[in-house]
């Protein structure tokens, strides 16, 4: 089917396609899942983070992993097929938005499937709803976000891994600059909306000495922002396949190191990730921000500042 996707515009970096399938919602299922459901309404992200655990997207659709960032697929937006999916979200699901892409990368600009998503949520209550992105065009939303913020738990966070711009810049390079993040934080918090900040991926000796995660959750406390988490790193075959030579090219000397860290597979140690849990909690105590939005549906706070 991507193969076939006609091509709807070409960028000088990336190109879009069109993917028509027979659901905009997807049903998670297992104990491990966070969320009832999840939507994407793109396949493929321009941002490229070199981390990105979700090229294993554009695997499913047998194109190469680097093309996750060059070949970006729009969704094709079938308004009755939406309110149909939605007639499965029962009151008290979580709905994710952006697990496998940013939802809200400059594809949105040109095709809006995010705001007529939200658009389309109108009326429903008692949903959690949750939106992840790295872009500053999640405040375009605010008005529809605080509108469903009205009749069901909305949460909007923003993905900051380093306050180091610098360095964000190598990581990331096509997503927005952490401070105009914590600009989207500080603004959707004063529109009374929940907003919280994840330091995720924490990325072994580039992003998870101490000083590096206090500046993110002290900004993140400085923005209004209620909520900071931070897991590490997750490399699966096809992630890895993209960041290691990236490593190899930016930090030579951190090679053997991500090789001993991740000798058995695609997750750190246990050791490892309790002591970064241990940092994030005593940062968290720090700056008096709550625990992970990520926490079983059933876990989710349901208090959210109301606009009358
Ligand atoms: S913004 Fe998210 S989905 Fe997009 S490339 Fe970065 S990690 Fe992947």
């Not at 499965?88 to 979580?94: E, F, L, Y």
């Not at 009374?192 to 406390?221: F, H, I, K, Y």
Request: aromatic share 10%; proline share 5%.
């Amino acid at each position: 089917m991507a193969a076939e996707s006609p091509l709807l515009e070409a960028k000088r970096r990336v190109a879009y396609l069109e993917l028509t399938g027979r659901s905009l919602l997807n049903r998670c299922s297992g104990q491990r899942q966070y969320f009832d459901w999840t939507v994407n309404p793109y396949r493929g992200c321009e941002y490229g983070c070199q981390y990105c655990y979700a090229r294993y997207t554009h695997e499913f659709m047998n194109l190469p992993v680097e093309e996750f960032e060059t070949r970006v697929f729009a969704k094709t937006w079938d308004e009755a097929m939406w309110r149909r999916d939605l007639r499965r979200v029962k009151p008290g699901d979580t709905i994710a938005f952006g697990t496998a892409t940013d939802c809200y990368q400059p594809a949105e600009r040109r095709f809006g499937l995010m705001r007529k998503m939200l658009e389309g949520l109108a009326g429903r209550s008692g949903m959690r709803i949750l939106v992840t992105t790295k872009s500053d065009l999640v405040a375009r939303d605010g008005d529809v976000l605080r509108d469903l913020a009205r009749q069901n738990s909305v949460r909007i966070v923003l993905t900051v891994t380093t306050m180091n711009a610098e360095l964000a810049r190598r990581i990331e390079a096509y997503a927005p600059r952490p401070d105009l993040r914590m600009g989207v934080v500080a603004e959707l918090a004063a529109r009374g909306l929940g907003v919280g900040v994840s330091a995720s991926p924490v990325l072994p000796w580039l992003t998870d000495r101490e000083e590096s995660l206090d500046a993110v959750a002290r900004a993140a406390r400085e923005a209004g922002a209620m909520t900071f988490y931070a897991r590490p790193l997750f490399l699966r075959e096809s992630a890895w396949a993209v960041f290691l030579p990236w490593l190899k090219r930016e930090f030579p000397e951190l090679e053997t190191c991500y090789r001993r860290r991740f000798a058995r597979g695609a997750h750190v140690d246990r050791h490892y990730s309790n002591w970064l849990e241990e940092r994030v909690e005593r940062l968290r105590a720090r700056h008096g921000l709550a625990g992970r939005w990520e926490a079983p549906a059933a876990q989710l706070p349901l208090q959210l500042p109301l606009f009358s």
